[in-house]
């Protein structure tokens, strides 16, 4: 049962470079979203998409882009990297976008420097 | 704007003993949804519960249980017969139930409290 998997699990970048995370869940889901988590704060939504198709900004989409490949895998990317986008970065992915029950993948821990 | 506020940011439990978790939350809405994730260390977080705002039972799954306050905004998580596994950061989280399509389904996450199973 692979879930929801996340690559890469860890990446450092140079201020300015850009990269993309991928993510890819194999439950049938409809939704996906990206999120990230800084040390002492919950998680906050970066971007989501409520089905195939569809993308839409969450709480904290600023420097960051999103695509939505097909209906298992929803990447996210950095298109100019900065150190406030130090973080560890979640993909999750649920059967209905307004269910609240998320499936997660391991995080992907990106430092700027 | 919704928030969840978690005042423990730490606590302990010897195995085999109860322990409750705080969360408190800010709405105005009267129909949300209330969660509880698991993230042990290095693992994925994972869903331990779920409460719906109009339900006035509690939620329960196995060992886990909320104690849910619609007045007072509080939502608490009991943990019984702890065990070494339970060690994780748990986080509560709040979501509000809007109309299809006219909203994100955002979870609002709390800071999360660090929960140390102790043998």
């Known amino acids: 049962n692979a879930g929801v998997t996340q690559t890469p699990k860890f990446q450092v970048l140079k201020t300015g470079q850009s990269m993309t995370l991928q993510c890819a869940q194999d439950m049938n889901h409809n939704s996906m979203y990206w999120y990230r988590q800084d040390p002492g704060m919950g998680l906050r939504l970066i971007y989501y998409?409520?089905?195939?198709?569809?993308?839409d900004k969450g709480e904290v989409p600023n420097g960051y882009n999103v695509s939505r490949l097909n209906k298992r895998e929803f990447s996210l990317r950095l298109e100019s990297a900065a150190p406030s986008q130090t973080s560890v970065y979640f993909c999750?992915?649920?059967?209905?976008?307004?269910?609240?029950?998320?499936?997660f993948g391991e995080g992907s821990r990106l430092t700027v420097l | 704007a919704q928030t969840v506020t978690q005042s423990q940011p730490e606590m302990s439990v010897q195995e085999a003993e109860t322990v409750t978790l705080s969360c408190t939350y800010d709405?105005?809405?009267?129909?949300?949804?209330l969660f509880w994730y698991k993230q042990p260390p290095s693992r994925q977080m994972i869903l331990v519960i779920r409460q719906e705002a109009y339900k006035q039972q509690n939620a329960t799954e196995n060992r886990f249980s909320v104690n849910f306050q619609k007045a007072a905004k509080s939502f608490s998580l009991k943990i019984s017969d702890s065990q070494l596994g339970d060690t994780a950061m748990y986080f509560c989280a709040f979501m509000k139930l809007m109309n299809y399509g006219g909203s994100q389904g955002n979870l609002i996450f709390g800071k999360g409290t660090k929960l140390s199973v102790k043998p």
């Open positions: 999750a992915s649920s059967e209905r976008w307004d269910s609240g029950e998320l499936f």
């Open positions: 998409s409520a089905s195939e198709g569809t993308t």
């Open positions: 709405t105005s809405e009267n129909n949300y949804y």
